[in-house]
């Protein structure tokens, strides 16, 4: 994630036109303008790089949800990927990390905060943002039931907690208006059970919005260092509220640009298992592939991830490789795909530049000399601890937070 500007934080975001899923639909190389974003729970982290999951460009891939998408409805001409918060609830803990509990006898509680109150502002889904905030006017309701189901205050100081105490922390539930055409047709569909991810019998007046569930490991964050855990779920905001990467987080999170929804299906995200079930990493064929198409290819190349479900292409989010350096899926006899070859081809390449621009100097002919002062090439120093910060610890620089963009004209990201 990237550090905010102290004089003018806001969650970031990016104009439609720049957008690389939509240069990709522009240039006919996916059919839809979407992406989805689906983030897996990682306890630590490295500097090197962590796999976090997987994006698909052009539309989604089933094969990495854990059970059904139900959709949101996107408002329109936000700015950003803006959406509708029913209600926001508590859940007692224990029971998991869906929005389906495990335990159907634990106390649910609402908030009591009118739903005007919870959408004065924006309410924004942003991958941008590493953690969720909200305003300050639901804090003394979320503090007063967080403290009648764990006996404890709630606070985001760090705190020394084993496994088990987080979670036996609440979960965090939002109600977020629904795609009611969409999500009546996924309900018909499968009338004869529950359909994850939707309200149902937590709101029988509306069971058509979608629920989220955010448990206790992914708004608690571990500091290896300190051996102590934080919240990262804040209530201290002026107004309005960010949904983010931590709520998104254990969810295959599906931007429709085209029909002004976002989609939502609860997912473990994780990249390497779908590769090792769908894909051969061997040469042997993988599990589905042996047992449906013996030819062992599964209809797909060896140079590329498998297509998803609906046309698109699902990636890692980091790009890794394997622990031959090579890309998943890439051939060995391929020309020159060792790492001694391409590191010896890469210093060949650079001598010849080299020689070829000396020679060149060597010949071109001497002229006037102009001098150039140090002032002229200089650039003003600045420290990154000068105006730049991470928003995860908002003591340093209080009332910084996110704030509603006021600015009428900032509609870069609309969906249109």
Request: aromatic content about 8%; some cysteine; hydrophobic content about 35%.
């Amino acid at each position: 994630m990237l550090p905010y500007q102290q004089s003018n934080f806001r969650p970031c975001y990016y104009t439609l036109a720049a957008a690389f899923f939509d240069q990709m639909y522009k240039a006919q190389k996916i059919s839809n303008r979407a992406f989805a974003l689906c983030y897996s729970r990682q306890d630590l982290v490295s500097r090197d790089g962590t796999v976090a999951g997987a994006m698909s460009l052009g539309g989604v891939d089933e094969r990495l949800h854990d059970g059904d998408m139900v959709f949101a409805t996107a408002k329109q001409g936000s700015g950003f990927y803006g959406v509708h918060l029913r209600r926001i609830y508590l859940r007692e803990g224990g029971g998991g990390d869906s929005a389906v509990s495990t335990d159907a006898g634990l106390k649910v509680v609402p908030l009591d905060v009118s739903e005007d109150t919870l959408n004065r502002g924006q309410i924004i889904i942003d991958s941008g943002t590493t953690d969720t905030y909200f305003s300050r006017q639901i804090a003394s309701s979320f503090k007063s039931i967080y403290k009648e189901l764990t006996g404890q205050d709630y606070s985001n100081e760090a705190l020394s907690l084993t496994a088990e105490e987080v979670n036996e922390l609440p979960t965090i539930l939002f109600q977020i208006g629904g795609d009611e055409a969409v999500n009546k047709a996924k309900a018909d569909e499968n009338s004869d059970r529950q359909v994850v991810g939707l309200a149902n019998q937590v709101d029988p007046v509306h069971p058509l919005d979608i629920l989220i569930a955010v448990p206790p490991t992914h708004y608690m964050e571990f500091d290896e260092e300190n051996r102590q855990w934080q919240s990262r779920f804040y209530v201290d905001e002026s107004s309005g509220g960010v949904l983010g990467a931590n709520a998104m987080m254990g969810h295959d999170v599906l931007f429709d640009v085209e029909n002004f929804r976002i989609g939502w299906a609860e997912s473990t995200c994780d990249y390497t298992a779908l590769m090792e079930k769908y894909y051969d990493l061997s040469g042997g064929g993988g599990e589905e592939e042996r047992q449906e198409h013996p030819e062992g290819n599964n209809g797909h190349d060896n140079t590329s991830p498998p297509p998803d479900n609906n046309g698109g292409t699902t990636v890692p989010d980091d790009g890794t490789t394997d622990n031959n350096g090579q890309v998943p899926g890439a051939s060995e006899d391929s020309f020159c795909s060792g790492m001694a070859c391409q590191a010896f081809f890469l210093v060949a390449v650079v001598s010849m530049v080299v020689v070829v621009a000396v020679i060149f100097l060597r010949r071109a002919p001497s002229g006037p000399s102009y001098e150039m002062t140090g002032s002229e090439l200089e650039l003003p120093s600045a420290s990154l601890d000068e105006g730049v910060r991470y928003r995860d610890d908002p003591a340093e620089a209080p009332g910084t937070g996110y704030e509603e963009d006021d600015d009428e004209d900032d509609t870069d990201l609309k969906l249109t």
